[in-house]
């Protein structure tokens, strides 16, 4: 080894980092989000904070449940139903609610199959971007109707609302005003989803402390 040469190590040098260049490609555009409840009219959100709006907001969703259960009712089968719902936990009133409509003749073609091919969406989630908008959201039924080649051809959207009236308040008047801007949202977007044009889809709220039908027409 005495026939080596020690190595010498060169001290090393800094070396400056220059600023990359900016990339040509365009950043992408953040998209703003929205649920359809968002266009309600009348919000009362400091409600949903009182004991009242949390009670109501619960007995909401039990209803909603309930109603999720429910793929084409037949009225002959409505004790079965009943009893699976009540080993389930469901409560009376809850229950009682849900089927004051399920057997209101106003509201037999709500739940009954509508003959033909057809297909029903129960408590869909979905996400859509109209005109730029991130939507995200849920139906609570949608009835989807097609042709003998498995073709959509029709489609109705129904919103169960829970919310009472004012004692001496226009219940229809009063849904209609507050819940068309979130119903015209989701018209065009089960458009969207089924490629239908909007006149052939329709949209209604049901009153479901009335057992009532509100459609809510298309907007011009």
């Known amino acids: 080894f005495s026939g080596l040469t020690a190595e010498v190590k060169s001290e090393p040098q800094a070396v400056g980092l220059g600023r990359l260049e900016e990339p040509e490609a ?6 703003v989000s929205r649920r359809p409840s968002d266009a309600k009219a ?7 904070f009182g004991p009242a709006g949390a009670a109501a907001a619960d007995f909401g969703t039990k209803v909603h449940a309930l109603f999720e259960t ?12 009943v009893a699976t719902r009540r080993n389930e936990g469901a409560e009376e009133t809850v229950l009682a609610e849900v089927l004051n409509c399920l057997n209101n003749t106003g509201l037999a073609t709500v739940f009954a199959h ?14 859509v971007v109209l005109d730029g908008v991130w ?5 609570d039924r949608v ?11 029709r489609a109705w959207v129904i919103d169960f609302k829970t919310d009472r009236a004012r004692e001496g308040e226009d219940a229809v008047r009063r849904v209609r ?7 015209g949202i989701y018209r065009r977007v089960a458009a969207v989803l089924t490629g239908l044009p909007l006149a052939a889809v329709r949209a209604s709220l049901i009153l479901t402390d009335q057992g009532l039908a509100v459609d809510v027409p298309l907007a011009d």
Do not use: C
Not at 114 to 127: D, H, M, N, S, T
Not at 135 to 139: A, K, W
Not at 144 to 152: G, I, W
């Open 114 to 127: 509508p003959g033909g091919l057809a297909e029903v969406w129960r408590e869909r989630a979905f996400e």
């Open 143 to 153: 009835v989807v109707q097609k042709d003998a080649a498995d073709h959509n051809v």
């Open 26 to 31: 365009h950043r992408g555009r953040r998209l």
């Open 177 to 183: 005003e507050r819940h068309a801007g979130q119903l």
């Open 70 to 81: 429910v793929e084409w009712w037949e009225v002959g089968k409505s004790a079965a139903w």
């Open 135 to 139: 939507l995200t959201g849920v139906f």
């Open 42 to 48: 009348g919000a009362q959100g400091m409600a949903l």
